[in-house]
């Protein structure tokens, strides 16, 4: 038993991790989810084996400890295979928290395959992260986005329907370029989100305008698809499924071209914020936007209820009684001498 042990301890945590990434495609995980860990985990690894220290028996918090103080000197896309020409910021708090995040399931699943007698990360806390700032589109900035893109060109037109449905209906990216035809209901105006994140369906509705111009596409803009019987909604211009990168470099170039920040993501912030505003309570938002807790979600409220308390200043009861009041006596009859 105790030889068996000390073959353990010398496993090679590359060996580990392949096993626990195969665990997870057994359990029907989504494939981008497990790239996800595997570009995480692989990180770690690489880190460790520089060390010297890349074998089960090293795997514990104070190695995890020294992983997160490597990280904090790291910066952005450092480890990309084409290296970037201009000077580039520290690697983000909130990409250091989900390096670590990533870790402590694999530390969970070694201690629950008996690898290791207990969680050796139970004491490890993630790094605190600020929130990313949310920065919904204004109005102006909505208007110039579709001003710039041409709906009778039928290039124009798939771009267009893309950025309205993220925009109207609060889909990811990933969820909005797998909708297949059954998917989509033009009769109901409802979309069946079958591929969503955690896998767990939902059911989204679209307005009277992304109705039109799904209707459009379908009838004018969706060409014939390579691949026999694909049924995938939006295609490229050659047939194919379309790719998140497809729609992420669309509005890269928009971004380009008409000065505003856009991002895939950025619709999606667009879209809960609105819908707080004009009344949607938080559990239905959450039903909608297929988060698992309402926890997320308070980063929009915040956001709806700071625009409320400005709407307040401006609209106070108070302040237009009294202003009411005065304006009342300054036209009160003046009492002239007899």
């Not at 200043?313 to 237009?320: V, Y």
């Amino acid at each position: 038993m105790a030889a068996a042990s000390r073959a353990i301890a010398l496993t090679a945590l590359t060996a580990l991790t392949r096993a626990h990434l195969g665990d997870l495609k057994v359990r029907n995980f989504k494939p981008k989810t497990i790239q996800g860990y595997a570009n995480k985990l692989g990180r770690f690894t690489r880190w460790a084996e520089s060390a010297g220290e890349c074998r089960l028996q090293d795997f514990d918090s104070t190695l995890v400890k020294r992983y997160i103080a490597y990280l904090q000197t790291q910066r952005r896309w450092e480890t990309h295979p084409t290296p970037k020409r201009t000077p580039q910021p520290p690697l983000a708090d909130s990409a250091i928290r989900n390096y670590i995040r990533d870790l402590k399931p694999f530390a969970t699943w070694l201690e629950e395959e008996l690898y290791t007698a207990e969680n050796v990360l139970v004491d490890v806390r993630k790094p605190k992260a600020d929130e990313t700032p949310i920065e919904p589109f204004p109005d102006e900035e909505i208007r110039r986005i579709f001003a710039s893109l041409d709906p009778t060109d039928p290039f124009g037109l798939r771009d267009y329907v893309l950025l309205h449905t993220l925009w109207d209906t609060g889909l990811r990216v990933g969820e909005l370029v797998a909708l297949t035809l059954d998917d989509v209901d033009l009769q109901h105006c409802e979309i069946r989100v079958a591929h969503a994140k955690f896998g767990k369906w939902r059911d989204v509705g679209f307005g009277k305008q992304t109705h039109k111009y799904l209707t459009r596409y379908l009838n004018l803009a969706r060409p014939q698809p390579v691949i026999e019987g694909d049924r995938h909604f939006f295609l490229s211009l050659d047939g194919y499924p379309l790719q998140e990168g497809t729609v992420q470099r669309l509005c890269t170039r928009l971004s380009s071209r008409i000065g505003v920040h856009i991002h895939c993501h950025r619709f999606r912030h667009t879209f809960a914020v609105n819908m707080l505003r004009n009344g949607t309570d938080i559990r239905t938002l959450q039903k909608l936007m297929g988060h698992a807790s309402v926890q997320i979600l308070t980063r929009y409220l915040n956001l709806a209820n700071a625009d409320a308390i400005q709407a307040h200043q401006s609209n106070s009861p108070a302040d237009r009684f009294y202003a009411a009041q005065s304006v009342a006596a300054r036209r009160l009859p003046v009492k002239r001498g007899a």
